[in-house]
């Protein structure tokens, strides 16, 4: 019995790796549309689709951004404005997507949306630090592809969306994590309603790269002017500490962007995508185990970690991180 089920696995191993392996075939001249391309994944995202001969266009939220990618890509790459908060703003960046891919639909619709900041301890927060997240990270990515489901249809194209897997695990509070659960559910619905049409879904969780500073840097910014609006009395109960760890959360780090870039081509270029990539060690190892982990187990590391406020009235058992 048990060689039988060995038997079984390994079968069912072997034609998995060879069904991973097959490609379309004929992808030159195919558009694949990205948003958020000024900088990181998307800009790299980018830059290497379009030297594997895909018409890309890439959408970034500023002129500068537009204009730097264009200086360093061929004339087949196309860019358009995008600030995914505006519908109007979505409105012709479809528009202009319906244009340049001219009756032909669209291929891919990569989403890198990443609006991360501000995130803190939720009595840090106001009801607009929320949508200042939600508005571009769920509900613009939402917007952007409902409009143009209709040329992913006519292209039986792919639709991949990439989420942070630090988001997977509720840790801090904002409308960070609300966002990428947010994505997670709503790719899961459109995969399973949209595979009728020939309209391919794909999530890829990534963990912390070297390419996230920008990010980095944006975080930073919003925690201190979140710090410097408390009332004395929050800014009292959490204490220095505190804010001086969520300053230096970010530790841990992968440097080899291109395993990003590898699960996004593959989503877009597998005859048979998978339906979630994990990328980054700490993305497999690390995020994905404690959000599947039994809360009490992930809320005791996430206890042990993490410093507690300065008036914290619970008594706190583990080792703290010396900061």
């Not at 209709?150 to 966002?179: H, Q």
């Not at 009728?196 to 963990?207: A, D, L, R, T, W």
Request: glycine share 8%.
């Amino acid at each position: 019995v048990w060689k039988a089920i060995l038997a079984s696995i390994l079968s069912l191993t072997i034609y998995w790796i060879i069904r991973d392996r097959y490609r379309v075939r004929n992808l030159n001249g195919k558009h694949v549309f990205i948003t958020g391309c000024d900088t990181g994944l998307g800009n790299s995202l980018a830059k290497w689709l379009d030297k594997k001969g895909f018409c890309v266009i890439a959408a970034c939220a500023t002129e500068k951004g537009c204009q730097e990618l264009q200086s360093c890509s061929s004339i087949s790459l196309k860019t358009v404005n995008l600030n995914l908060a505006d519908s109007n703003s979505i409105a012709r960046a479809v528009v202009f997507v319906t244009e340049q891919t001219a009756g032909k639909g669209l291929f891919g619709l990569v989403s890198n949306a990443e609006g991360t900041a501000p995130v803190g301890p939720t009595d840090w927060l106001r009801i607009e630090d929320f949508h200042s997240v939600l508005d571009v990270s769920l509900l613009g990515l939402i917007e952007i592809t409902l409009k143009l489901l209709p040329l992913l249809k006519k292209a039986e194209g792919r639709v991949v969306n990439l989420i942070d897997a630090k988001g997977l695990m509720a840790f801090v509070g904002g409308g960070y994590s609300l966002a990428k659960w947010g994505i997670e559910a709503f790719s899961d619905t459109l995969r399973i309603e949209m595979q009728h049409f020939g309209v391919k879904v794909s999530i890829v969780e990534h963990g912390f790269f070297k390419a996230e500073e920008v990010n980095s840097d944006i975080i930073e910014k919003y925690l201190f002017k979140l710090w410097n609006r408390l009332t004395p009395e929050i800014r009292d109960s959490y204490g220095e500490k505190y804010l001086m760890f969520l300053l230096n959360i970010s530790v841990l780090c992968d440097y080899d962007i291109s395993n990003v870039i590898k699960c996004m081509e593959h989503a877009l270029i597998a005859k048979h995508p998978r339906t979630r990539y994990g990328a980054g060690w700490d993305a497999k190892f690390f995020w994905l185990f404690l959000s599947y982990a039994p809360s009490c187990l992930s809320d005791t590391l996430l206890r042990i970690t993490f410093p507690v406020p300065a008036e914290s009235r619970r008594p706190v058992h583990g080792v703290l991180i010396n900061v």
